[in-house]
Structure formats: structure tokens, C-alpha cells
Nanobody
Framework: QVQLVESGGGLVQAGGSLRLSCAAS????????WTWYRQAPGKQRELVAT???????NYADSVKGRFTISRDNAKNTAYLQMNSLKPEDTAVYYC????????????WGQGTQVTVSS
């Protein structure tokens, strides 16, 4: 069973930065893709950024140029560097990992709160 543990959320003023981490543990053979999602109160969960095993990235238009997703394959960890944060970035951020373990898996982190004050 693959488990994901997130860290790095918190309270920051507008214009500030935060770095989220998501570490995977368990019997992992390979991780094909990491994705960060977020869900603000009263809104649907939305995709923020994705990175493949080869390093190809994709971002939501709302975060392009401000957020950077990266991964450390040796550590089975993904990161989301968030710069120039805005109040509208306030949400619970979730990481997702897809890959293969004893079988194909899709695992979710527990979520971490990011609050950006104006």
C-alpha cells in the first residue's frame, strides 16, 4: 500500500512564498506522475500542476509563472514551490501520485491548508 504525507502548508501574506512537499512510502516500483490539486471552500477540487516521471510539467493557467512543480525520484517526493501568492490561492492542497507498486495505484495525501492573507 502506498501512502502519501504532505507538509509545508501554512499562513502567508499576499506576495509571499510557500513550498509544499509530498513524500510517498510503501512498496513502490515506480511513480509515473505527481499531481497537485486544491480545493477552496465551496468550490470543486481543481488541478494545479502535474509532473511526469520524465519531468514534463503542466500547470493551471491561474498559477503559471508563479508555481513550480518538481520531483525527486530518488526520494519518491514531489514539491510545489508557490511564489507571489494571492488570497485566491487559499485552499486545501492535495497531492496525488500514480504509479506501480504490487499493482498499479493512485494515492492521495491528507491535504494541507494554505491560507494567503491580503
Amino acid at each position: 500500500q502506498v501512502q502519501l504525507v504532505e507538509s509545508g502548508g501554512g499562513l502567508v501574506q499576499a506576495g509571499g512564498s510557500l513550498r509544499l512537499s509530498c513524500a510517498a512510502s510503501g512498496s513502490i516500483f515506480s511513480i509515473d506522475a505527481w499531481t497537485w490539486y486544491r480545493q477552496a471552500p465551496g468550490k470543486q477540487r481543481e488541478l494545479v500542476a502535474t509532473i511526469t516521471y520524465g519531468g514534463r510539467t503542466n500547470y493551471a493557467d491561474s498559477v503559471k509563472g508563479r508555481f513550480t512543480i518538481s520531483r525527486d525520484n530518488a526520494k519518491n517526493t514531489a514539491y510545489l514551490q508557490m511564489n507571489s501568492l494571492k488570497p485566491e490561492d487559499t485552499a486545501v492542497y492535495y497531492c496525488n501520485s500514480k504509479g506501480s507498486s504490487t499493482r498499479l495505484y493512485s494515492a492521495w495525501g491528507q491535504g494541507t491548508q494554505v491560507t494567503v492573507s491580503s
